[in-house]
């Protein structure tokens, strides 16, 4: 479940479900993803985004193991592992105020920190080769990346971590346009440098199909 799209209106209907005529459209009775995870594990990811009272909400359930669906007169046990995961200091945000000090101290019985990108660089070549495996435009093609085109992007510090290796080798692909062969040249580590100084090498304001043809070329 991604927090940081959780509206607090929306929280208690979308976590813990409604019964039919809660509120207004509410046909049917709906169950939560609480329930959905039943015997498994809820993940809720961007934890540190959530608003103080949603924090509260959900530190009931850790707390008691039970909840109330929207509307209903009785508890449901929650049966589920919660694994919540953020980029953000909740130990910090915890002693500004802007994260619940008993929920932070809750949802940290047990943690992994995973470090950046540019801490554990062997892990590009996997994450690379994932990425290009699982584009549904690309699936046509069983693609590769050369050794070079691995060491250029081996050699970025990827500040945006998994999110920006995954736009690099999308870029990558498409520039490759069904190429067996990923080559350094479909590699894009900043779109918006290349862009520019391939547009300086024009007389004048190019199109976009030119600055394609200029690059294919």
Do not use: W
Request: negative net charge; charged residues 30%; hydrophobic residues 35%.
């Amino acid at each position: 479940m991604e927090c940081c799209t959780l509206q607090e209106n929306l929280f208690e209907s979308e976590m813990f479900g409604h019964e039919r005529g809660a509120f207004t459209g509410a046909d049917r009775q709906k169950k939560g993803l609480i329930e959905a995870a039943e015997g498994g594990t809820l993940f809720l990811d961007e934890i540190g985004e959530i608003e103080l009272s949603i924090q509260a909400k959900l530190l009931r359930v850790l707390e008691t193991g039970r909840f109330r669906r929207l509307g209903g007169i009785r508890d449901l046990p929650a049966n589920a592992r919660v694994v919540a995961a953020t980029n953000r200091n909740l130990d910090e945000m915890s002693h500004q105020g802007n994260f619940r000090k008993d929920l932070y101290y809750r949802l940290s019985a047990f943690v992994l920190e995973v470090p950046p990108l540019r801490e554990r660089k062997e892990d590009i070549p996997g994450l690379a080769q994932h990425f290009i495996s699982h584009h549904n435009f690309s699936r046509r093609v069983d693609q590769h990346l050369s050794e070079a085109a691995l060491r250029l992007m081996m050699q970025y510090d990827c500040p945006g971590n998994i999110r920006e290796l995954s736009n690099v080798v999308e870029r990558a692909i498409i520039l490759s346009r069904g190429n067996p062969e990923i080559l350094p040249e479909h590699v894009i580590i900043s779109p918006t440098a290349s862009t520019s100084r391939r547009c300086s090498d024009f007389e004048h304001e190019p199109t976009l199909e030119q600055i394609e043809r200029d690059y294919l070329e």
